[in-house]
């Protein structure tokens, strides 16, 4: 089973939470479904359309609603079976928003690798 980390951005709520409860009852149902279908499995299977590698040992977590393509991005580790959530953002036509959530991400994850930057456990975030 999987554990859940998110990039500490020393807010009360973890940035996942956050994302999750500030998204539409579509979004968050997309997530549940596809949060799901990845918890069982190992990273070996996590695969489209559920999620993509990216350069730089990133992975965005695909989210589809119908309207909007959310990313969570984030990476496998520290540690084995573990996945630590750095950024939420959007995705149209090969277009990042916010612009710079690639480069934020890689970036975080060299921050925590470095020890510059700290993880923060974090729970499935599931509706009230």
């Not at 999987?2 to 996942?16: G, I, K, P």
């Not at 489209?48 to 350069?55: Q, R, V």
């Not at 990133?58 to 750095?86: M, S």
């Not at 690639?102 to 923060?120: F, H, P, Q, Y």
Request: net charge neutral; charged share 30%.
């Amino acid at each position: 089973m999987w554990e859940w980390f998110c990039y500490d951005d020393n807010q009360e709520d973890d940035l996942w939470s956050r994302w999750y409860h500030g998204s539409s009852d579509a979004a968050q149902a997309r997530h549940d479904v596809v949060l799901s279908y990845l918890e069982p499995r190992n990273a070996n299977e996590w695969r489209e359309p559920y999620t993509k590698a990216l350069d730089n040992g990133l992975v965005e977590v695909r989210i589809h609603d119908g309207q909007v393509q959310h990313r969570l991005i984030g990476f496998y580790g520290p540690e084995r079976l573990q996945f630590t959530f750095l950024i939420s953002c959007t995705h149209k036509q090969n277009v990042y928003a916010p612009p710079d959530a690639l480069k934020t991400a890689a970036k975080r994850k060299k921050d925590i690798e470095d020890g510059a930057a700290s993880v923060r456990k974090s729970k499935r975030p599931e509706k009230a």
